[in-house]
């Protein structure tokens, strides 16, 4: 069956850290993936898009990184801090999709000061 | 320019009630997305309308109905109202062309009692 996992668990990073997010995915071609961000009580709000012929997209301190091959993709947040704690989402477009997007559960993150 | 906008932002009704929750997409977005997103549950898609033409459809009860008009605003309706349709609902408006990002408006809250 066709699915997206994220880490399910809250993932606890101490502040200044790197925090490594991971997206994967099955029997899906994705055209793009997508990350977004979401705080309690409050939309997701878009972070990066990646299309499926690129490596790696930067944003300031965010890196996205995507492998087909793999069927994967991370999330990087260098010199974390307090206030990235959220829920990150992510969200794959898939070629044959009739532009739906599909989304990943996602993955509180927790930076500790 | 203006973002998503949803009316109301919090709604208590009664099992069995039926209730209508409105979105209003950015100027110049013609898609508008319904999601709905429950406690731990990831954001689970509904319906997507385009153009005032309903494009995708998500596995959802026929309980579950939208619209939107030709000002691209959106409306979607739950009738027969359910205790597990205790949610927060949110919409998404974009250009709709499978390459955009999608902006989310603030949700509205939905307690059924």
């Known amino acids: 069956s066709q699915k997206i996992e994220q880490n399910s668990e809250a993932l606890n990073i101490q502040e200044g850290k790197t925090a490594t997010l991971t997206c994967n995915y099955t029997?899906?071609?994705?055209?793009?993936l997508q990350w977004y961000r979401q705080d309690p009580g409050r939309g997701p709000v878009f972070l990066l898009l990646i299309r499926e012929n690129e490596k790696e997209k930067r944003k300031e301190r965010l890196k996205v990184t995507f492998d087909t091959t793999l069927k994967q993709s991370l999330f990087h947040i260098t010199a974390s801090q307090p206030a990235d704690s959220a829920t990150y989402l992510c969200a794959l477009l898939l070629m044959d999709s009739n532009y739906q997007l599909i989304w990943g559960a996602g993955t509180k993150l927790i930076i500790k000061p | 320019k203006a973002g998503v906008t949803q009316t109301p932002r919090y709604l208590i009704k009664t099992r069995g009630q039926q209730v209508t929750l409105s979105c209003s997409p950015i100027s110049g977005h013609r898609s508008v997305s319904w999601y709905q997103q429950t406690p731990g549950q990831g954001l689970q898609f509904l319906f997507e309308?385009?153009?005032?033409?309903?494009?995708n459809k998500g596995n959802f009860p026929g309980r579950f109905s939208g619209r939107q008009f030709s000002n691209s605003r959106s409306e979607m309706n739950v009738s027969t109202l359910e205790l597990g349709d205790s949610a927060l609902y949110l919409c998404?408006?974009?250009?709709?062309?499978?390459?955009?990002?999608?902006?989310f408006g603030p949700g509205t809250r939905l307690t059924v009692l």
């Open positions: 309308y385009f153009s005032e033409t309903q494009r």
């Open positions: 998404a408006s974009s250009l709709g062309t499978g390459t955009d990002t999608q902006y």
């Open positions: 029997n899906y071609s994705p055209a793009y």
